[in-house]
Structures are given as structure tokens and as C-alpha cells.
DNA sequence: TTAACTGCAAATCTTTTGCACAATC
DNA sequence: GATTGTGCAAAAGATTTGCAGTTAA
């Protein structure tokens, strides 16, 4: 694989960002600097991107993917309200344990999706509050 | 909610059928006894009857949802290879047990999905086959 | 009778792909 | 100079939706 300006923008804003951003919304920030980078390229270089390991797709049921640079990371909470991904706290080793004490699969990869209300929601949800943030 | 007659057939194969079918093979599969039975209505149905519980969604990234009749298995394992899914036989408990323990969190569902090859895979693998099942 | 459900087709949304051109090594 | 990457537009795949007709209560 050789360098490219295009690759290198997209996984620098994975990398810079904390929301988990979808394809279609790197795309959009990235043309502030780079007016003619197109959707394909960006999906392109995400699948890049994630076969190399250096990022992580994060999938939520009904929504576009979303990517994660911190590819340690397999445990996300998806605030079903505000539409919020936030990792989840859990000690990946406690994780990974319950996972391999199954026998008879060998196990590549895995990612825990919890859904509910974010401590933002869930207060806001008491309140009786019916915005959306 | 009323009565079905399409419903109570796309329930009823979900619940038969232990290989957890994607919308559209149930359709092709309904079509034997339901000749005009339409894929916009197992969408529909199926979306249905998640939302009243009888059935779980199970999302795979860049697959087609699946259905599955078990709603208190929350696991899954993806075969990489021959695309098969299994239920997990990890602990509900333990796992809903770690989950909890992250605190801040309105839990309200979860998923584990876990990919890698399948007994049968890991093996076929091995001795060098290259079929795809 | 009337509100919910269906079939059908068109629309929507996400993601991939073919192709001619550009950039990298 | 050969090969890989890009932009653009069109295509593909999954799912939803509008609408007119059908069915269950």
C-alpha cells in the first residue's frame, strides 16, 4: 500500500474526533480542506483503513457504520434518544473470557452493542423534557 | 394490533426454522403457501413483531438482518467463512452482569456479536479446503 | 363500517463499482 | 513507466413508504 493524501486526511479525522463518525460526515468535514474528496473515496479508504487494523467499524442496526480509532476498544453504548456512541467501561479481559470460555469456535473478532439512554437521556427522559439534545 | 394471516406465518417460520433467516428468504420460503406474500410485508411484519417482542433483530455489518425466535439469547457467533450463525452458549447472567457494572448507563437491550470460524470451518481450514461449505 | 393490513412499485439510504484520469514510487 | 489511488456517476442491495384495494373486528 503506498501513501496518499486522501488516506492520510481521513484516518488523521477518525483519529481527531470523539463521535464515532459515519462515512458521509468525515466526508463533509474533510472537504473544508479538500473540496473534491468524494464519498466513494472515503469509503474506500475506510475499508482500507479497517483491514490494516488501524481503525474499527462501529455497527448499529439501521444506521450507516460508524468508525473508531481506538481499535481496542469492541464495547460501544448507542443512546437510543440522542443517537449518541460512547465506549463502554467494560474490562475487555472479563469480556473476552466469558467469550473464549465457549469451546469450539475460533474467535477473530467480536463487538458488544449496548442501547438505552445515555446519563444525558435518562435525565432529560425524567424531566419529561421531549427535545432531542 | 389486530390478527394476521401473513403475520402468523412469518412468525410461525421464524420460530421453525433454527437458522435465523434474513427477510427475504423468508419470503422466497412463505411463497410456497402464500403465492402473493410480499417482501415489503415481511419488512413490515417482521418490524412488527420485534417491537411487540415476539422476535429479535440480529444485525451482522454488511449483511442483511436476521430473525430469531430465541429472544433471550442476546449472543451470536458469525462464521467468517461460511457465513452461519450460532447462539453463543455464554452465561446470559454473566455477561448482562458485566454490563451493568458500568455505571451511568439505562440499559435496555445488548448484543454480542463474536466472528471467526465455525467448528466445521476451523477444521476445513486447516486440511487446506477451499469450498465454501 | 372502519381502521389496520396487504401487494405492488417507486423511493430512500448506504455502500460498492466501473472507468478515465491523476498521483505515487 | 507501471501501478495504485481518486473523482464521478451509475449500480447494487437492503429497507421503507405511498397508495389503492382487501380484510379482520
Known amino acids: 500500500m503506498r501513501y496518499s493524501h486522501q488516506r492520510e486526511l481521513i484516518l488523521k479525522e477518525v483519529q481527531r474526533r470523539k463521535d464515532y463518525p459515519t462515512a458521509e460526515q468525515i466526508c463533509t468535514s474533510l472537504r473544508a480542506e479538500c473540496p473534491r474528496l468524494s464519498l466513494g473515496t472515503v469509503y474506500r479508504d475506510l475499508n482500507t483503513l479497517v483491514e490494516v487494523g488501524k481503525i474499527r467499524r462501529v455497527s448499529i442496526p439501521g444506521e450507516a457504520d460508524r468508525f473508531d480509532s481506538k ?13 449518541k456512541v460512547t465506549a463502554l467501561p467494560i474490562a475487555d479481559g472479563a469480556l473476552r473470557e466469558l467469550i473464549d470460555s465457549c469451546p469450539g469456535f475460533q474467535v477473530e473478532d467480536y463487538m458488544l452493542t449496548v442501547f438505552g439512554f445515555c446519563a444525558d437521556c435518562a435525565k432529560k427522559e425524567q424531566d419529561g423534557d421531549v427535545t432531542n439534545d
Open 71 to 83: 481499535i481496542l476498544v469492541h464495547q460501544h453504548f448507542f443512546c437510543n434518544r440522542c443517537g
